[in-house]
Structures are given as structure tokens and as C-alpha cells.
């Protein structure tokens, strides 16, 4: 899968070092995935969740620690890379 907003990322790990190894492992995981649906991907991490409102899948990172929000196109094979916040930051928006 091609992953864009990847600069999302990285900017979110230098706010918080404790991430970087989990949501490293995030994108390696993501950018050898060849999703097809989101049964697959919930195959793959079990902890991610699909929100209808936005067509955005919200994935749990590091024991739920974080959360990533990111667009994806199976049929392109490709993600977006929206938003990355912690879990406490993730409840507050909703």
C-alpha cells in the first residue's frame, strides 16, 4: 500500500518519543499490507475501528495508546495519513 501523510506522523513523534517505535511499526505494517477490504485489515490489527460518519479508519496504536486517522482507497491501494493524536486527545474530540 502507498502511504501518504506520513509528515503527520513524524511531526506527532517528535511531540512524543514514545510513539516513534510503535507508529514506525504502524507504517512498515501498513506499507507491505495489501488490504482488499476491511475485513483484512482487521485481520492484520484487529484494533482498528471504521468510522461511517467520515468513511476514516481510526487505528489503535501502541496498547491504544494513540490513534491514527487515515483515509484508504483499496481499490488504488493507497492510505492518507489524517491525524495522529493520543487516546486522551481522541476522546476529547469526540
Known amino acids: 500500500m502507498t502511504v501518504a501523510g506520513e509528515k503527520v506522523?513524524?511531526?506527532?513523534?517528535?511531540?512524543?518519543?514514545?510513539?516513534?517505535?510503535?507508529?514506525?511499526?504502524?507504517?512498515?505494517?501498513?506499507?507491505?499490507?495489501?488490504?482488499?477490504?476491511?475485513?483484512?485489515?482487521?485481520?492484520?490489527?484487529?484494533g482498528t475501528d471504521f468510522d461511517p460518519d467520515t468513511q476514516s479508519y481510526i487505528f489503535n496504536i501502541s496498547c491504544n495508546k494513540y490513534r491514527l486517522i487515515a483515509?484508504?482507497?483499496?481499490?488504488?491501494q493507497t492510505m492518507l495519513?489524517?491525524?495522529?493524536?493520543?487516546h486522551e486527545e481522541y476522546n476529547?474530540?469526540?
Open 71 to 76: 483515509f484508504i482507497n483499496f481499490e488504488k
Open 9 to 46: 506522523v513524524t511531526d506527532f513523534a517528535k511531540k512524543h518519543a514514545q510513539s516513534r517505535k510503535p507508529l514506525a511499526r504502524f507504517l512498515a505494517v501498513a506499507h507491505e499490507a495489501e488490504w482488499k477490504h476491511m475485513a483484512e485489515v482487521k485481520e492484520t490489527l484487529p
Open 92 to 94: 476529547k474530540r469526540k
Open 81 to 86: 495519513v489524517d491525524t495522529v493524536m493520543t
